[in-house]
């Protein structure tokens, strides 16, 4: 048996905001907050910077946020699941100056122009190797299982088991 398709209809008319529909903005926003552990803005404990600092780069993904403070410290939010928010510790004088956030790891650039990563290593993304001598790493990415440094040399080293 055939049947036919009903016949074309106008899409609804907006439906005015009613009070069910900030419920469920705020619910969002704390779903958000379990998952990246950002607390939203407006909420109240969103996280600020400390007095006189300011934040200057934001990675993130699905299950954790990097951000950037002006100081060249990195502050982690999130699910630690493969210890991506176990950042190392800086030596003396030695700030971060870009932060990356893949799937599993995070990837970060210092001032001396080295970079560390930390976190799951199964594809090897964690394993950044040592520059030559007068080289330094310029850039860091991070994708779901790969990291990409950028060489001051111009080139550009990939870390995966997978090819990309």
Not at 50 to 67: D, H, R, Y
């Given at each position: 048996?055939?049947?036919?398709?009903?016949?074309?209809?106008?899409?609804?008319?907006?439906?005015?905001?009613?009070?069910?529909?900030?419920?469920?903005?705020?619910?969002?926003?704390?779903?958000?907050?379990?998952?990246?552990?950002?607390?939203?803005?407006?909420?109240?404990?969103?996280?600020?910077?400390?007095e006189?600092?300011?934040?200057?780069?934001?990675?993130?993904?699905?299950?954790?946020?990097?951000?950037?403070?002006?100081?060249?410290?990195?502050v982690?939010?999130?699910?630690?699941?493969?210890?991506?928010?176990?950042?190392?510790?800086?030596?003396?004088?030695?700030?971060?100056?870009?932060?990356?956030?893949?799937?599993?790891?995070?990837?970060?650039?210092?001032?001396?122009?080295?970079?560390?990563?930390?976190?799951?290593?199964?594809?090897?993304?964690?394993?950044?190797?040592?520059?030559?001598a007068?080289?330094?790493?310029?850039?860091?990415?991070?994708?779901?299982?790969?990291?990409?440094?950028?060489?001051?040399?111009?080139?550009?080293?990939?870390?995966?088991?997978?090819?990309?």
């Amino acid at each position: 048996m055939l049947r036919r398709r009903p016949a074309a209809r106008e899409p609804p008319a907006a439906e005015p905001v009613d009070a069910f529909t900030p419920c469920l903005a705020w619910a969002w926003a704390l779903v958000a907050l379990r998952i990246f552990g950002v607390p939203p803005l407006g909420h109240p404990d969103a996280y600020r910077a400390e007095e006189g600092l300011t934040f200057t780069q934001v990675a993130a993904n699905s299950l954790f946020t990097v951000l950037l403070r002006s100081d060249g410290i990195a502050v982690v939010f999130g699910g630690n699941y493969d210890g991506q928010c176990n950042i190392p510790a800086l030596d003396p004088g030695v700030t971060y100056t870009q932060v990356a956030a893949g799937e599993i790891h995070t990837v970060m650039l210092r001032s001396d122009g080295t970079a560390v990563a930390c976190g799951n290593n199964s594809a090897g993304q964690c394993s950044i190797p040592a520059l030559d001598a007068g080289l330094t790493y310029t850039q860091v990415a991070a994708g779901k299982t790969y990291t990409v440094l950028l060489r001051s040399d111009g080139t550009a080293v990939a870390l995966s088991l997978i090819h990309i």
